[in-house]
């Protein structure tokens, strides 16, 4: 059945590292979102996509971050460098137009 | 700026019991409202879906309404089961914005056997 995929689904990483995550969105899908979720924030919207062009990344910290869809089928999310504080769980979304989001499995960073 | 606010942040009901959950958003323009389901370390799942022009949505033992007078939605799940302990989220979708959501912080829900 369709669903959003994300790798890796586990990063540990040492302060001062790149970090990739991956997604890969259901597909006929034409907006993809990422999110980050820690326990004092809740769910915080980073970036999202519609037709591969970025509408909006005002959530994401851009001397750190970068979002971008190499193709239909793939978005990445970057840090560089990673710092402790972005230790959190990174959420990948898609959906179709305005419509129902649905959500991958997420990928679980720890920055020490 | 949407802010969507879910009150109580915890619940514990009895097995068999039927519960509201309710939630709460700022900015009653909206394109859509979404309510999900997270397991402890897992991603959302999403329940329901109400647009705009809908009061209401139905699936199984759940149901949710939307009232975009007075900013409010709630998520109805009637004779609960264990198996429905998790956290609950909704997300509204601004007018303004079309698909871009905001959450709310959850309410996590125990079903007690």
């Known amino acids: 059945d369709a669903r959003v995929t994300q790798t890796p689904r586990h990063k540990v990483t040492e302060m001062g590292q790149e970090v990739t995550m991956r997604c890969q969105p259901i597909?006929?899908?034409?907006?993809v979102f990422w999110y980050r979720q820690t326990m004092m924030q809740g769910l915080e919207l980073l970036a999202y996509?519609?037709?591969?062009?970025?509408?909006?990344d005002s959530g994401m910290p851009k001397d750190r971050f970068s979002a971008e869809m190499p193709d239909a089928t793939l978005a990445t999310l970057k840090i560089q460098p990673s710092e402790p504080r972005d230790s959190a769980v990174y959420f990948c979304?898609?959906?179709?137009?305005?419509?129902?989001?649905?959500f991958g499995p997420g990928t679980r960073l720890t920055v020490l | 700026k949407q802010e969507v606010t879910q009150i109580p942040a915890a619940l514990s009901v009895p097995e068999g019991e039927n519960l509201v959950l309710n939630c709460s958003f700022t900015?009653?323009?909206?394109?859509?409202l979404q309510w999900f389901r997270q397991d402890p370390g897992k991603g959302l799942t999403s329940l329901l879906l109400i647009q705009s022009s809908q009061r209401e949505q139905t699936s199984g033992r759940l149901n949710a309404s939307l009232d975009k007078s007075s900013g409010r939605s709630t998520l109805y799940i009637a004779a609960s089961q264990p198996g429905d302990s998790a956290t609950y989220l909704c997300a509204a979708a601004p007018v303004n914005t079309g698909n871009q959501f905001y959450f709310g912080t959850g309410t996590s829900l125990t079903v007690i056997p």
């Open positions: 979304a898609s959906g179709l137009g305005g419509n129902e989001q649905f």
């Open positions: 900015d009653s323009a909206i394109y859509n």
């Open positions: 996509f519609r037709n591969r062009a970025p509408l909006d």
């Open positions: 597909l006929g899908h034409n907006t």
